[in-house]
């Protein structure tokens, strides 16, 4: 069975103090590794998707790696409007994603 | 280019009664997933439609669940005889195409049971 976990499962961060987010995974054939970023009572967001260990992307403040087992999601300086519950899913068998349980960021001007 | 639509947005219903929450997927997408997530919990998915069909019932409830993706018209997740453990936040993702696309979520539809 497919397994995503994510930690920490929350983070506070001081505006500007960079860190990185973790998402361990186990799945059997992995064929995409997704980001997204929840607001409090709305939908997720898409932030990122990765195919293959070794891939980078980047958009703004955030930039996210894949390796075989994980991926990680830097925010690099943070701002207030990052805070957000940020959400990793993996596919394998091209019909669902299984999600982690999420990282709750706040971030503090 | 409106994005994947859902409604209501909140539906309160007591024990016993039905809900029916609806999806309107992304222009040109032909492939809805139906995803739960329960209080502190993650997103759990449900059930994956494409028009006029089930692909992939795997995560839905063997009983009350219910869902359809007709041939004109939303795609409607039918929960009969509602119990408090069905309280959460369903959403509702569409894709273009089947596997490793990109699915864009909904703002959801959060269903209290009285």
């Known amino acids: 069975e497919d397994q995503v976990t994510q930690s920490p499962e929350a983070l506070r961060l001081q505006e500007g103090e960079s860190s990185s987010l973790n998402c361990s995974y186990t799945?059997?054939?992995?064929?995409?590794l997704f980001w997204y970023r929840q607001d409090p009572g709305k939908g997720p967001e898409f932030l990122f998707t990765?195919?293959?260990a070794g891939e980078e992307k980047e958009k703004e403040r955030l930039k996210a790696t894949l390796t075989k087992k994980e991926s990680f999601l830097h925010i690099t300086a943070p701002k207030p409007e990052d805070s957000a519950t940020y959400l990793c899913?993996?596919?394998?068998?091209?019909?669902?994603?299984?999600f982690g349980g999420g990282t709750r960021l706040m971030v503090k001007p | 280019n409106a994005g994947v639509m859902q409604n209501p947005r909140h539906l309160v219903r007591r024990r016993g009664q039905e809900a029916r929450l609806r999806c309107s997927p992304m222009k040109g997408h032909s492939h809805v997933y139906w995803y739960r997530q329960l209080p502190e919990e993650g997103l759990k998915f449900m059930v994956y439609l494409q028009k006029e069909n089930i692909i992939d019932e795997s995560g839905m409830p063997k009983e009350r669940f219910s869902a359809e993706f007709p041939k004109e018209g939303p795609s409607i997740l039918r929960i009969q005889q509602v119990v408090r453990g069905d309280s959460a936040a369903y959403f509702c993702?569409?894709?273009?195409?089947?596997?490793?696309?990109?699915?864009?979520f909904g703002a959801g539809t959060r269903l209290s049971v009285l």
């Open positions: 990765l195919y293959s």
């Open positions: 993702a569409s894709s273009p195409r089947q596997g490793i696309d990109i699915q864009y």
């Open positions: 899913a993996v596919n394998n068998a091209g019909n669902m994603l299984t």
């Open positions: 799945v059997s054939g992995l064929r995409g």
